[in-house]
Structures are given as structure tokens and as C-alpha cells.
């Protein structure tokens, strides 16, 4: 009888009664039980199904038909996933990456101003640098509602996809709604997103959102004023968890399912010990949808020192703690995980997704809002031709975990895209460089993805 093959290459991870078998080349996985792991390994050794059949029986004192019956049933799906092979390894042809017509989400910065002056915030200095050219009369003034207006409309014809609305806070900018329903109305099924601290929400804005938005972000830092105030500065604790409830509120008395409200804690050593209970707050008392916590990302400025990153063994620690806790919820989560699990090359920027910024200059990520990255501008040249042609985003787009000199070499690589690129251009000041600081908890939530229960994710949104 034929042999079966296991990949030759395998990593395996154990989760007390579960296993994960994974072979990187053909990027197919395998999760067994102990039995499943028993067999596994069985067929590590070059055996017959019948061969393995009766070891079992033997072993385990089981009828020997029916366990050669189990046995192949256990086989040919696996065969049939592509993770085990019937006589010799078959390494799968790799699906070339698609070449994209244009970026499917844009993060759109309404604004450069804020109300709120956190100190980690990744676009500090470009949003008061900006603030201050423009008072000056240094730069072009920020895009005005009707370009705006026709910023959006190219960008769902380009088709866009998702929309994400962000700045600075945008709810600082008088007319942020009025751009949104304008959005919604060009496009019913386009996901529209908003980024925001929440504190200007009030009941005619949360009816509007409401009204025209998929989903809520909303920054929360800790469960607790002391530790959210940490962050995000005096006095925006209440500010923030009124918000929040306003709009949990209005949804409920407009009976309506939209928008998802999802809470985001930057993580860093002092909050992680709380991630449980910042859940438990947000999930029980304010009733939000879920949670999308973000490691601190060094931004474009040092204030907060890298040692702010939490340490892996706490990470590791509060992460068992918080799935424990999860285990006994019905968490739904948000639309953007679903594909979590497709194989990527690269962390999306300039290719999947791209920034604009109030004033209509186009740069890979949101989080690359500098000089040297800028693509284009929205009032010269057309976006998608932008998008098309800008050797900025090219260039950005070429940079894939093939490339990378680490990160080629990693099993995980097309789990883990090699992790955020701005990050990497931030700390080390090469965009190509190896996200050392990172690599282990880009492995450790990569790795969660096949456990379905990576909660936290490397870069801001
Ligand atoms: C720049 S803010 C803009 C939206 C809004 N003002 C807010 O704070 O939610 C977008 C998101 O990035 C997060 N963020 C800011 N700086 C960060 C950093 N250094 N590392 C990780 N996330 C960061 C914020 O907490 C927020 O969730
Ligand atoms: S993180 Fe958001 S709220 Fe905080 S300073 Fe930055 S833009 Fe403002
Ligand atoms: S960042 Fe680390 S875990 Fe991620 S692909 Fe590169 S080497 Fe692998």
C-alpha cells in the first residue's frame, strides 16, 4: 500500500489537547487532536496507512477494520486539503500576487488638528508642522468640502472599497459628516470607517454616524481614568466613555445594527497588565462590539521611548488571560479579520491601502506621512494615475517579505507580511530593515492567526 507523506518541512504548535501542523512551502495547515497528532507523527516515518492501522489497533486494542476504516477517512481528507500527500511530496505552484488596479482602502485625514495631544501619536509632527506652514501661508490650505467631496467620488470609482476616515480628530472638521453621508450616497455597499477619540460624539453626530457608517473606532487606552489620562491626557476619560455610550445609545433607539463599535487600546508595558479587564469594561459596561488593541508603533517622533513596548513574557502572560476570559463570550468581530488568513507579501502599504492628507498629498500608509514618501497630490494629478505611476508607491509595493533579508528566510513570512513597514522605517530608518523589535510578537500573533484568536495586531489600525 502507498505511502503517506507528511510535508518535509513542518512546524508544529500545541495548545494543550490541539496541534497545529503547518508546512510553510504550500502554506497549508493542519489542526489535530491528540489522536490526529499521534497518527501525524506516525506517518512521519515513512509509513502505510495499513502500517499505522495496526499500530493503532495493536496499541489500543481496536477492532482493526474499523480503525484502518478511521484512519483513511482521517487520510484522504487531509489529502484532499493538501497538507498530506499520497506517495511523494507535491510542492504547489504559488499563485503569482494579483497586481492591484487600485488600493482598496484609503485612510482619508480630514483634518491636521486635534483636540487631544496624546503623547505616542504616530503623526504628531506632521499634523503640527502642517498646522503651522499653513497658518503661515507655507502650504496649500487643506482640501475644501467640494474637493473633498471629489476626492471621494474618484476614489469609489478608482474602487475603493473601504474608506477610513482619520486625522488628527475628524470630527474637528465642521463638515466631516456631511463628507461622509455625501460618501454613503455615491456608494450604499462601500464600508465606511471613522477613526476617532470619541470625545465630540454627541447625539446629532452619533445619529449621523449612524446613518452612513459601517464602522466606529474609538480609541480607549485603559478601564480606568488614570490609565486612559496616562496617555491621552487629563480630563478625556469622561469626554471619551460619554461618546462612546452616546452612540451605543443612539444605535439602540434607531434600532439599527450599523455602525459596529470597535474600541482600540495602544498597548504599551504599562497598560497591557489591564487588557483583560479593558475587554471586560468595554465589552460589558460600555457594550461594545469588540475590541482591536494595537502594540505602540514608534511614530514619527521619540517622546515615547521604545522601551514603552511591552515585554513578551507580560504580553504572553495578560494574552492567556484575556482568552481565558474570551473563551466564555460571543465576540463578534469585525468584517476586516475575515481574510486574516489569506497569504500576503507585504504589509499593504502603498499597494492595499494609501494616505491622503487634509490637503490632498497622497503617501503610502498613514503612518509614512513624510516628505520623501509623498506620491502625489489629489489637486495635480489624477489618483488612480497617482496610484499607477508614483515610483514612491512602486517602490513600496516592491518591498514584499521576499525581499526582506530576515524575513525570506521565515516560515510565517506570508502570515506575518514581515510586519509594519513604517515601524521599521521609523526605528531603524530604513524601510527594508528587519523589524527586530517586533519579530517575536509578529510571530506570536501571526501563529494566533491559525489559532484564530490573534486579538492584537502591529500597526495603528
Ligand atoms: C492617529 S489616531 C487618529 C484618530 C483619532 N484621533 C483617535 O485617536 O482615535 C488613529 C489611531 O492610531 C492610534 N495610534 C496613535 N499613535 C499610535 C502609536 N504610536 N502606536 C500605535 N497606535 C497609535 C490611535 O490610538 C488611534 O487608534
Ligand atoms: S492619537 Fe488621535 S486623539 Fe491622540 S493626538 Fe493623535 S490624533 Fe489626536
Ligand atoms: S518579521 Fe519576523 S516573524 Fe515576521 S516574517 Fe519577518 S522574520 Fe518572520
Do not use: W
Given at each position: 500500500m502507498e505511502r503517506i507523506i507528511v510535508p518535509p518541512r513542518l512546524r508544529v504548535w500545541s495548545d494543550g489537547a490541539w496541534h497545529i501542523y503547518f508546512d510553510p512551502y504550500n502554506f497549508v495547515w493542519a489542526k489535530v487532536n491528540d489522536s490526529g497528532r499521534f497518527l501525524m507523527e506516525e506517518f512521519r516515518r515513512y509509513r502505510t496507512i495499513s502500517d499505522v492501522a495496526r499500530t493503532v489497533a495493536e496499541r489500543f486494542k481496536l477492532e482493526p477494520t474499523k480503525t484502518l476504516a478511521l484512519i483513511d477517512g482521517f487520510v484522504n481528507k487531509l489529502v484532499d486539503e493538501g497538507f498530506l500527500h499520497r506517495r511523494a511530496y507535491r510542492e504547489r505552484e504559488r499563485e503569482a500576487f494579483p497586481k492591484l488596479k487600485f488600493a482598496g482602502t484609503l485612510y482619508l485625514h480630514m483634518t491636521n488638528k486635534c483636540n487631544l495631544k496624546c503623547p505616542y501619536c504616530y503623526n504628531k509632527t506632521d499634523r503640527e508642522t502642517k498646522i503651522k506652514l499653513e497658518r503661515l501661508g507655507m502650504v496649500d490650505p487643506?482640501?475644501?468640502?467640494?474637493?473633498?467631496?471629489?476626492?471621494?467620488?474618484?476614489?469609489?470609482?478608482?474602487?475603493?472599497?473601504?474608506?477610513?476616515?482619520?486625522?488628527?480628530?475628524?470630527?474637528?472638521?465642521?463638515?466631516?459628516?456631511?463628507?461622509?453621508?455625501?460618501?454613503?450616497?455615491?456608494?450604499?455597499?462601500?464600508?465606511?470607517?471613522?477613526?476617532?477619540?470619541?470625545?465630540?460624539?454627541?447625539?446629532?453626530?452619533?445619529?449621523?454616524?449612524?446613518?452612513?457608517?459601517?464602522?466606529?473606532?474609538?480609541?480607549?487606552?485603559?478601564?480606568?481614568?488614570?490609565?486612559?489620562?496616562?496617555?491621552?491626557?487629563?480630563?478625556?476619560?469622561?469626554?471619551?466613555?460619554?461618546?462612546?455610550?452616546?452612540?451605543?445609545?443612539?444605535?439602540?433607539?434607531?434600532?439599527?445594527?450599523?455602525?459596529?463599535?470597535?474600541?482600540?487600546?495602544?498597548?504599551?508595558?504599562?497598560?497591557?497588565?489591564?487588557?483583560?479587564?479593558?475587554?471586560?469594561?468595554?465589552?460589558?459596561?460600555?457594550?461594545?462590539?469588540?475590541?482591536?488593541?494595537?502594540?505602540?508603533?514608534?511614530?514619527?517622533?521619540?517622546?515615547?521611548?521604545?522601551?514603552?513596548?511591552?515585554?513578551?513574557?507580560?504580553?504572553?502572560?495578560?494574552?492567556?488571560?484575556?482568552?481565558?476570559?474570551?473563551?466564555?463570550?460571543?465576540?463578534?468581530?469585525?468584517?476586516?479579520?475575515?481574510?486574516?488568513?489569506?497569504?500576503?507579501?507585504?504589509?499593504?502599504?502603498?499597494?492595499?491601502?494609501?494616505?491622503?492628507?487634509?490637503?490632498?498629498?497622497?503617501?503610502?500608509?498613514?503612518?509614512l506621512h513624510f516628505p520623501e514618501f509623498v506620491a502625489g497630490n489629489v489637486r495635480e494629478t489624477d489618483i488612480q494615475e497617482i496610484f499607477d505611476d508614483s515610483p514612491v508607491l512602486n517602490r513600496q509595493r516592491g518591498t514584499t517579505v521576499e525581499t526582506l533579508a530576515v524575513c525570506s528566510h521565515c516560515d510565517v513570512r506570508f502570515l506575518c507580511n514581515g510586519g509594519c513597514r513604517a515601524t521599521a522605517y521609523n526605528v531603524y530608518g530604513q524601510m527594508d530593515a528587519h523589524n527586530e523589535l517586533y519579530c517575536n510578537y509578529l510571530e506570536t500573533m501571526a501563529v494566533g492567526k491559525l489559532w484564530g484568536k490573534t486579538q492584537v495586531s502591529s500597526s495603528p489600525n
Open positions: 487643506i482640501l475644501s468640502t467640494q474637493e473633498y467631496k471629489d476626492l471621494i467620488g474618484r476614489a469609489i470609482e478608482c474602487g475603493a472599497h473601504h474608506l477610513i476616515f482619520t486625522g488628527g480628530e475628524a470630527l474637528m472638521r465642521p463638515d466631516a459628516m456631511d463628507l461622509i453621508k455625501f460618501a454613503r450616497q455615491k456608494s450604499s455597499t462601500i464600508k465606511l470607517e471613522m477613526l476617532t477619540n470619541a470625545t465630540k460624539i454627541d447625539d446629532r453626530i452619533a445619529e449621523q454616524m449612524c446613518a452612513s457608517l459601517d464602522i466606529v473606532t474609538i480609541s480607549l487606552d485603559g478601564h480606568e481614568k488614570h490609565m486612559h489620562e496616562l496617555y491621552r491626557g487629563k480630563h478625556t476619560f469622561e469626554p471619551t466613555i460619554r461618546g462612546i455610550k452616546c452612540l451605543i445609545k443612539k444605535r439602540l433607539e434607531l434600532r439599527r445594527q450599523k455602525p459596529f463599535v470597535c474600541l482600540v487600546p495602544v498597548l504599551t508595558e504599562k497598560n497591557v497588565i489591564n487588557l483583560k479587564e479593558i475587554y471586560q469594561f468595554s465589552l460589558e459596561e460600555l457594550g461594545a462590539d469588540n475590541l482591536a488593541p494595537v502594540l505602540f508603533q514608534a511614530g514619527d517622533h521619540q517622546q515615547v521611548s521604545v522601551d514603552q513596548i511591552p515585554k513578551m513574557e507580560i504580553f504572553q502572560q495578560e494574552a492567556t488571560r484575556l482568552s481565558n476570559y474570551l473563551q466564555q463570550m460571543t465576540i463578534i468581530r469585525p468584517e476586516a479579520q475575515d481574510d486574516s488568513l489569506l497569504a500576503r507579501n507585504h504589509c499593504g502599504a502603498g499597494g492595499g491601502e494609501i494616505s491622503v492628507d487634509p490637503s490632498g498629498f497622497v503617501y503610502p500608509c498613514q503612518s
